[in-house]
């Protein structure tokens, strides 16, 4: 049997009037959006608690630490060389400027960050500037996508192929690099690598020109850009901010410049700095910021001891016995580099008791190591002051007032990684 | 200025308070004798020595010395260069010092994580909350006496309330065990 069912539908004013009544049930409340800890704006495992009003943010309270895996903790039962390959996950897209920073704190600890052999200083600052290209292609190009323009990851990520087949064949691997010993490398680069270099640098240059194209002046980038989460420089000393993001807000301040060590010295490159602190800013301190690692590259290859190829046979270990493994010739047949080789292997180097602090200028910015010694192979205290733990305590004040769209584009320009964070 | 002639001038304005500097490595450290007066003295380092920029701040567990905690500050002078460590003391009793988040914001997560890792309060920081592990966790995983593979502990929460399906394995493999035909349910004979 068939049942009539009476069906209401008030006519346009009444209508007007319902939803008049709601929109004012909407206004004052606030919602909360917990943006995260797995959305890929947030370029890893960041959790946001995003309080809106509307579409305006109100309150941001950043959540950390689903990466945490005690690193720290884990370097206090092991001895410094064997925590090289945990260096390589803490900024997972620039291990080589990891492996270089960690190896310096040691040889500040040490006492031996000074007599580096030139050829190895260069090679590490080679590896420095690679790692700083590829890290902030990938920034560059995550940002961009997140924004809307999904060509400069694809234009990106080709160069940055290029980058891990330099670090697999220095290194043997691609991602998990390992490069340096305390001390030196863990070998010299191939005779190749040099060559290998120049012709990245002539490919990137052009790719690089491209994506110059695509965003700097593009209508879109800049009108969602400019204007957005401006940091002063007040803000940016008092809340510890570091590298592009502090140089973004027009402070010259780069370790590289400021605090020399390896053979910045003697080398050719300019800090850019913003002038206004915006996203828009930002973006264009790391875009030149590519383009002076590659003077610095230019210059490296030019420039190495010993040239491409060592024909020379300049060192890349420091002339030490108790600090590098001796070659495995004269394990097999000499005594005493048979007792250095053990004593390294099952004590690890033995670092006198005091404490270092060691700042690097990292692709996020300054990445420290804290060493707390108290004799022997083992730190007794680790500390990393990670850069992107830092840069990101600042979301909760610069979150608030935009809008949520604007969001991507706040965590895109100020570029973190969570291994480095949550360490 | 020098880091060394700040810390003349920071021993003539506290005198007793500030231990005379240690250099290691070129590195300048200065005690602090009282934890209650850090705030105090790194007011006058930012305002009257130009240490305007925290670096970082870290803890030490001196595991079995009394007193147990030491908490250091590394500052920056910007404009000068300049860099210098505060170190101070804090007794396992007390576990507490006075915040210095009123001189520099960025200590807000630093002071978090050293009360996360350590267990060590900061008085009159405005949320000090764990930060790298949970909220509701019992331990504090950087102190000396924590070991390294962890200790157990109910993770409050839904999303991790029951067991997971194949927790605790199959991910190694015992000399004499089962096989992974046997082990893994996936690749079971569903008939039995």
């Known amino acids: ?423 | 200025m020098t880091s060394i002639e700040t810390t003349q001038k920071l021993k003539a304005k506290f005198g007793d308070l500030i231990s005379e500097p240690v250099e290691f490595r070129g590195e300048i450290t200065v005690k602090v004798a009282d934890a209650e007066q850090i705030v105090a003295v790194c007011e006058f380092a930012k305002k009257q020595l130009g240490y305007d920029y925290l670096v970082d701040v870290s803890s030490l567990d001196n595991y079995g010395d009394d007193p147990r905690w030491t908490i250091v500050y590394h500052l920056r002078s910007l404009a000068s260069g300049c860099e210098l460590r505060f170190k101070t003391d804090v007794s396992e009793e007390k576990s507490e010092l006075p915040s210095v988040i009123g001189i520099w914001r960025t200590v807000n997560w630093h002071e978090r994580e050293i009360y996360d890792m350590m267990g060590i309060r900061f008085r009159g920081h405005p949320d000090l909350r764990r930060i790298l592990m949970w909220e509701g966790y019992p331990y504090f995983p950087l102190r000396k006496d924590f070991p390294l593979a962890g200790k157990p502990s109910d993770i409050p929460g839904v999303a991790f309330s029951k067991p997971a399906p194949l927790e605790g394995g199959p991910f190694v493999t015992v000399a004499g065990a089962n096989s992974a035909t046997t082990r893994e349910p996936r690749v079971r004979n569903p008939e039995k």
């Open chain 1, 1 to 423: 049997m068939a049942t009539v069912q009476n069906i209401e539908i008030p006519d346009s004013a009444a209508r007007s009037t319902l939803a008049a009544d709601e929109l004012q049930d909407a206004v004052g409340d606030k919602m909360v959006l917990n943006m995260g800890p797995s959305h890929p704006a947030t370029h890893g495992v960041l959790r946001i608690l995003l309080e809106l009003d509307g579409e305006v943010i109100t309150k941001a309270d950043p959540d950390v630490g689903y990466l945490h895996r005690g690193d720290e903790k884990i370097a206090e039962n092991m001895t410094y060389t064997q925590f090289i390959p945990y260096t390589d996950r803490l900024d997972y897209l620039a291990p080589l400027a990891n492996n270089v920073a960690y190896a310096l704190a040691v040889e500040k600890a040490l006492g031996i960050h000074d007599k580096l052999p030139p050829r190895c200083q260069y090679i590490r600052v080679m590896c420095c500037e690679l790692a700083r290209i590829s890290a902030h292609l990938l920034g560059l190009g995550a940002f961009a996508m997140d924004v809307g323009a999904v060509t400069v990851f694809l234009l990106t990520f080709t160069e940055r192929e290029k980058i891990y087949n330099l670090a697999e064949s220095a290194s043997g691997a691609r991602l998990t690099t390992t490069y340096t010993r305390i001390g030196g490398l863990m070998r010299d680069i191939p005779p190749t690598w040099c060559d290998q270099v120049r012709q990245f640098l002539k490919e990137f240059a052009v790719a690089l020109a491209e994506v110059e194209v695509l965003l700097t002046r593009n209508r879109i980038w800049v009108d969602r850009l400019r204007d957005l989460a401006v940091i002063s420089k007040e803000m940016a000393i008092d809340c510890g901010l570091s590298g592009p993001n502090l140089r973004g807000s027009g402070i010259e301040w780069d370790l590289r410049k400021n605090q020399p060590y390896l053979c910045y010295k003697d080398l050719q490159f300019d800090i850019p700095t913003g002038s206004v602190g915006d996203c828009y800013d930002r973006y264009l301190v790391r875009m030149e910021e590519m383009r002076q690692s590659m003077r610095i590259l230019e210059q490296c290859v030019n420039k190495i001891p010993g040239g491409a190829e060592n024909k020379t046979h300049e060192p890349v270990n420091v002339a030490d016995g108790k600090v590098v493994l001796p070659p495995k010739q004269g394990v097999m047949t000499k005594m005493e580099e048979l007792i250095h080789q053990f004593m390294l292997v099952t004590e690890g180097m033995n670092v006198p008791s005091g404490e270092v602090y060691f700042g690097h200028e990292n692709p996020k910015g300054e990445l420290g190591f804290y060493i707390c010694s108290k004799g022997g192979g083992v730190p007794y205290r680790l500390k990393i002051r990670s850069p992107s733990f830092i840069n990101l305590s600042i979301l909760g004040e610069l979150m608030p007032g935009a809008m949520v769209s604007d969001v991507p584009v706040i965590l895109g320009s100020i570029d973190f990684v969570m291994g480095e964070s949550d360490r």
